[in-house]
Nanobody, 124 residues
């Protein structure tokens, strides 16, 4: 069992930055691929970025490439999302998720554990 708790969301002006954190419980954090998804009302959950269990492999959605950076600290059981040059289209609830396959798939169905989400609002 893995419990995920996101933090760091809030209101930011366009062009600004935010750093999200996702703290995981359990001893097996380092065996999971981790990812961030986001969702707005009426839309499907969107893959933002993912990182492999070792941290050496990362992938990004096209809309965030060059602006967002994912990282993880397996010693602290935490994954981070650094968001820069934010735009209004980044407004969403951001969810952290754990992939038992270890590779951080873009398919949300592959994820076994999800956090409750943290809202991000970008004002223009």
């Amino acid at each position: 069992q893995v419990q995920l708790v996101e933090s760091g969301g809030g209101l930011v002006q366009a062009g600004g930055s935010l750093r999200l954190s996702c703290a995981a419980s359990g001893r097996t954090f380092s065996s999971y691929g981790m990812a961030w998804f986001r969702q707005t009302p009426g839309r499907e959950r969107e893959f933002v970025t993912g990182i492999s269990r070792t941290g050496f492999g990362t992938r990004y959605g096209d809309s965030v490439k060059g602006r967002f950076t994912i990282s993880r600290d397996n010693a602290r059981n935490t994954v981070y999302l650094e968001m820069n040059r934010l735009i209004s289209e980044d407004t969403a609830v951001y969810y952290c998720a754990a992939d038992p396959g270890g590779i951080a798939s873009v398919d949300p169905a592959r994820y076994e554990y999800w956090g409750q989400g943290t809202p991000v609002t970008v004002s223009s």
